[in-house]
């Protein structure tokens, strides 16, 4: 009897704080999940469900246990079963809650969030049905008696309930009204003083950028990748070594951008970063007095094309390039601006337990289709550049538009299976992320592609290798003919009977012949044109040697000097030859002064090339000859690497993409008998 009327004691105690922890965390949490507008209160609130969730789940705790303890004697199966149903619930909730707090909401874990919910509900509805169940059960010695029927929970509970419940609501209104009355305002005006239009009234022409408020952007609203690595880790160091991170401190970049720059003036390098620097065009550095992403140690060179720069891509404004996205920033949550290290965990906190804003922002339909990839990957230039007229350049978006793996070509047209860019350039892997998918992958943000240089100036051997697998990916096929002879032997000989098994005619060469090798190149899996980007200054080439059995060169096309480090210039190539006004090669990538190309080569995707190679049989060489056709490629031509590159040159290594070989046998012409 003493041990019962202790634990009625510990329990009476523990009721109010629990209820109305209990209560508190039910009314924030059914708040945040009813509403879901992205408001400071709202955000409050979610940051209150957290704490009194945290107390609830230890409130409760002792509560049950001192609670069971005291009641399980009592003989009424329904209210017992109840009882421990509520339990189950409760250990339910918390289990969720808790793995909601630490990991947040996991897109490959939705399952938790739901649990979480459900379990919190059906709770509280066991709880008001154990209620309900143990006044109906309630025997008829305690009625007599006039025995409260909950002698546990003390008369003012409900005051306190009440009490405590307005304090909370009040502290979230407070809270909400002194953030937002000491939250500074975003800028909306240029970075620089007496910004100037040099290009008509749009603030960011020659770039087609456009911003959603139609106003400068303020720096902290895009150069903020740094924080989104918080959460994304894997992601975020795969982005540090792409290509894109180093849009902007690409010391070939840089060179050119400098180019430009001291040609036409810094108003014209919004032309360039746009696509290579959005951050220092979108806050209005590109005028006079202001750094263009070139210049070391500012924002715009350090983050390249930030995480916001695609990001924040709302819509575009047309698919003919030159940065033709329509920017807009995310909502902020709570201390988005703040540098103290507790009130960015609590931002970081409301993130991950409510991060529906953070995924309609950031997370966008556009942002899986390719036409995303046109904005930067198409480009033109116009008068306002080059002084001359309209040049269309570089537009991977066409090219994988009319190819068999968009499906819209005339052959497939509006298929459903689309090869889109990102499922190349962006591949799924294997991350620790809470946007992983059921499987646990996500997509590459290393953006395997053609650059091989880059990597090696920074020391990134993986990058390299990633880029350099992608290159060698089986994407390209080399396949040299058979040299089929049209001409035949008249012998009186009787025929072998075995050669009838033969479905192809024995190819071979004579000692003197000139010999005519027909080499097949074909781009079987690159989605677009090949070779892509900027085809002025990669190089692309085949290599064709032809060896005795000796190892005796016969002929040779596409070697490299080994002094200069030059490809013969005579080999066959495939790039493009920007001319200037008066015909000249524009060979520094200095586009503003290009009007048209004298020379153009690439294979379209799903087509292919025929090379031609021509050489003479030498009486010296021994049979078989071995024919070996590789296509080649290097980021950047030896001319324009050394001017561009200066100081920070290196010998850029030169990847085999595919290649073939043959053996045919040479004989000696006999006289026909």
Not at 176 to 189: A, M, W
Not at 545 to 564: H, R, W
Not at 614 to 628: D, L
Not at 643 to 656: C, M, S, T, V
Request: glycine fraction near 6%; proline fraction near 4%; hydrophobic fraction near 40%.
């Amino acid at each position: 009897m003493i041990n019962s009327k202790n634990l009625l004691k510990r329990e009476t105690s523990f009721t109010p704080t629990c209820g109305a922890m209990t209560l508190a965390c039910a009314i924030t949490g059914f708040t945040t999940y009813i509403f879901n507008s992205h408001t400071v209160w709202l955000q409050w609130a979610v940051f209150a469900h957290v704490i009194t969730g945290i107390a609830c789940s230890f409130a409760l705790l002792p509560y049950l246990y001192v609670h069971f303890k005291r009641t399980v004697g009592f003989r009424r199966a329904s209210v017992l079963i109840s009882g421990l149903l509520s339990i189950l619930f409760y250990l339910g909730f918390v289990y969720s809650g808790w793995h909601l707090l630490f990991y947040g909401q996991l897109e490959n874990a939705r399952w938790v969030y739901t649990i979480h919910i459900v379990s919190a509900i059906v709770f509280i509805l066991i709880i008001v049905l154990h209620l309900f169940l143990h006044i109906k059960q309630l025997p008829e010695k305690r009625k007599q008696q006039n025995i409260r029927a909950y002698p546990s929970i003390p008369t003012n509970t409900l005051k306190i309930f009440i009490s405590v419940n307005i304090a909370i609501q009040l502290t979230i209104t407070f809270a909400t009204v002194v953030y937002q009355y000491n939250l500074e305002p975003y800028s909306t005006t240029a970075a620089v003083n007496d910004y100037q239009y040099n290009y008509g009234e749009h603030r960011f022409r020659p770039s087609q950028t456009e911003t959603d408020n139609n106003a400068f952007i303020d720096t902290r609203q895009i150069a903020n990748s740094q924080r989104c690595l918080n959460c994304h880790e894997d992601v975020g160091k795969q982005w540090i070594s792409s290509i894109h991170q180093q849009a902007a401190s690409d010391p070939a970049y840089v060179t050119n951008v400098n180019l430009l720059e001291k040609n036409k003036g810094i108003s014209a390098t919004r032309y360039c970063e746009g696509c290579h620097a959005p951050v220092a065009l979108l806050t209005g550095e590109l005028t006079p007095g202001g750094k263009h992403g070139g210049i070391p140690n500012t924002p715009a060179n350090h983050e390249g094309i930030s995480c916001m720069s695609c990001h924040g891509i709302d819509s575009l404004q047309h698919l003919k390039g030159v940065a033709s996205f329509k920017f807009k920033p995310a909502k902020d949550y709570l201390f988005e601006r703040s540098t103290n290290p507790i009130l960015l965990r609590i931002h970081d906190l409301i993130l991950k337990t409510k991060p529906d804003q953070h995924k309609r922002d950031l997370g966008k339909d556009i942002l899986r289709d390719s036409k995303i990839c046109s904005a930067c990957h198409t480009q033109f230039m116009d008068k306002e550049m080059n002084n001359w007229g309209w040049v269309k350049m570089q537009d991977e978006y066409s090219a994988w538009l009319k190819s068999p793996y968009s499906k819209q070509h005339q052959e497939g047209f509006s298929d459903d299976v689309v090869s889109r860019c990102q499922d190349c350039h962006m591949p799924l892997v294997s991350a620790i992320d809470p946007s992983t998918n059921a499987d646990g992958k996500i997509r590459s943000h290393h953006f395997p592609g053609a650059n091989t240089f880059l990597p090696l100036l920074r020391g990134d051997l993986n990058q390299f290798e990633e880029t350099k697998k992608f290159l060698q990916s089986n994407k390209l096929r080399v396949s040299i003919d058979k040299p089929n002879r049209k001409d035949a032997l008249q012998t009186l000989h009787a025929l072998d009977e075995s050669l009838r098994n033969f479905e192809e005619a024995p190819y071979y060469f004579y000692i003197g012949e000139t010999a005519n090798i027909y080499t097949v190149i074909s781009n079987r899996g690159v989605g677009h044109d090949f070779p892509g980007g900027a085809i002025d200054i990669n190089q692309a080439w085949v290599e064709f040697l032809v060896m005795d059995a000796e190892g005796s060169l016969i002929f040779d096309s596409g070697l490299i000097d080994e002094k200069t480090n030059i490809v013969d210039p005579d080999a066959y190539f495939y790039r493009s030859l920007p001319v200037d006004r008066h015909g000249k090669l524009v060979w520094r990538h200095d586009l503003f002064n290009m009007v048209g190309e004298s020379f153009k080569r690439v294979i379209k995707a799903g087509e292919s090339d025929i090379v031609h190679n021509r050489f003479e049989i030498p009486a010296w060489a021994k049979s078989p000859i071995t024919v070996t056709a590789t296509l080649k490629y290097r980021k950047l031509n030896e001319r324009y690497a050394q001017w561009a590159l200066k100081d920070q040159y290196i010998k850029i290594p030169i990847i085999d993409m595919a290649w073939d070989s043959l053996d045919i046998p040479i004989k000696i012409r006999k006289e026909v008998e």
